[in-house]
């Protein structure tokens, strides 16, 4: 069993069993945000879905309106103008064919890959080098696409791509700790929205089960679910 550090030990003293108002809950994460290096906000969402069903399943992309806090390295491999467009549009790395083998020569100098439709028939190669990393493009991830440039002004601003994993459970970055508490609100808030909005056709019964939120190396904090889902956006701009 891992050992819990002394400095983990002490912050969980600070959570108290129970669910917390939203904003108390960021204000708390944030106090406990005490690495030494500057933590990220991550929320742990259990949703009343069992992702082994075709219908039962959530893939889907998130615009975080006070962004990630992180520089996202956009590549993008196209064919003929849309290079040159995708390079104007602020691509980080882009290239047709020889990009996608120097990709399969382990080249992974990015954090997003955007490709168009007509090459994704050579990128499906890529798709056992990719796929665990969570880089194979997508239609419904916003990553298969001949619009570009919004492609790579989205995704730089702070657009996520995200889904439920084998258990039903989200687990996604939605800023940084040393964000203010109520810009983590307003991301969390376009967060639980964007989940609400996607809901799986085949989710019966109670569809948000728990939310938790911490900082990268600090303890969970368990958020309120109806008090987040009854905040209106006005309250959290």
Known sequence: MKKVS???????KKVEEKA???LDALNLLKETATAKFPESAEAH?????DPKYADQQLRTTVVLPKGTGQTVRVAVIARGEKVTEA?????????????????????????????TPDVMPQVAKLGKLLGPRGLMPSPKGGTVTFDLAAAI????AGKLEFRADRTGIVH???????????????????LQET????????????????????????PSIEVDISALRDLKVTEAA
């Open 45 to 49: 969402i259990r949703l009343g879905i």
């Open 20 to 22: 917390y108002q939203p």
């Open 87 to 115: 390079s104007n549009a602020g691509a980080d790395v882009v290239g047709s064919e020889e990009l996608i083998d120097e990709i399969q020569k382990g080249r992974m100098d990015f954090d997003k890959l955007i490709a």
């Open 153 to 156: 002004a989205e995704f730089k």
């Open 195 to 218: 989940i609400d909005r996607n809901r799986p056709s085949g989710a019966k019964g109670r569809y948000w089960r728990t939310v938790y939120v911490s900082s990268t190396m600090g």
């Open 172 to 190: 996604i970055l939605f800023g940084k700790a040393s964000f203010t508490a109520q810009d983590l609100l307003v991301n969390l808030k376009a």
């Open 6 to 12: 002394r400095r983990l030990q002490e912050l969980r």
